[in-house]
């Protein structure tokens, strides 16, 4: 186990609705990234948040966003949501930049339909 | 835009017998090499990295990985193989100074060990 805690464990939802992640880094990690794994693909780097502000982002659309607040916990949101989203996504805390070494939540699994 | 390749999507061996999992990547550039694990029902986690130095690299469990920069590779490697490293493996990269320092990672090798 990492400490690294994500919620819910499964969800699912209907096209174009919303969707709010949750993560919760390990302590004393002020770093955290969020994948989006697709059935039988490696993670795909969506976007990585340091000390609450946005500091890097993968190929994805605007309607994928994120909020990292005070605590280093974190939230990944997606709007307008496609079934293409279906996906298995993964929150990751490291204490530094992201070179350093990440610890992976168990995932959320999302299922639109 | 660089990539990662894992050529073998799914190796089945007997225990006891050596492993070696290839990974090459595209970028010219300084890099960072990473190998994950993800153990049946448990989290990703990191077995190794490579940062600069030595190229071979030891991590967990028994595994190394050899950079090899003039083959752009990263070979994941274990002389004898035990049933408990049954898992999917990730290779990963990330852009040296100068890149992106965005992670991209391999499509995962699933690994089957027979008792």
């Known amino acids: 186990e990492t400490g690294v805690t994500q919620s819910p464990t499964h969800l699912i939802k209907t096209r174009g609705q919303q969707v709010t992640l949750r993560c919760s880094s390990q302590s004393g990690h002020n770093t955290v990234s969020w994948y989006q794994q697709a059935l039988g693909q490696g993670p795909q780097f969506i976007f990585q948040?340091?000390?609450?502000?946005?500091?890097g982002r993968g190929n994805f659309p605007p309607r994928f966003s994120g909020l990292q607040f005070p605590n280093y916990s974190s939230e990944l949101n997606v709007n307008a949501l496609e079934l293409d989203d279906s996906a298995l996504y993964l929150c990751?805390?490291?204490?530094?930049?992201?070179?350093?070494?990440?610890?992976f939540g168990p995932g959320t699994r999302l299922l639109v339909l | 835009a660089q990539s990662v390749s894992q050529h073998n999507h799914h190796v089945i061996l007997s225990e006891a017998a050596s492993l070696e999992l290839g990974c090459n990547y595209s970028?010219?550039?300084?890099?960072?090499l990473f190998w994950y694990v993800q153990y049946p029902g448990q989290h990703l986690q990191l077995l190794l990295k490579y940062f600069s130095g030595d190229p071979l690299v030891k991590g967990i469990k028994g595994f190394e990985a050899e950079f090899i920069k003039s083959k752009f590779s990263f070979n994941l490697r274990k002389p004898s193989v035990q049933w408990s490293d049954t898992a999917e493996y990730f290779c990963a990269v990330i852009l040296g100074s100068g890149g992106s320092y965005i992670p991209t990672f391999g499509r995962g090798t699933s690994l089957i060990v027979h008792p």
């Open positions: 970028y010219g550039g300084t890099v960072n």
């Open positions: 948040y340091y000390r609450e502000e946005e500091n």
């Open positions: 990751a805390s490291s204490s530094e930049t992201i070179q350093e070494t990440q610890y």
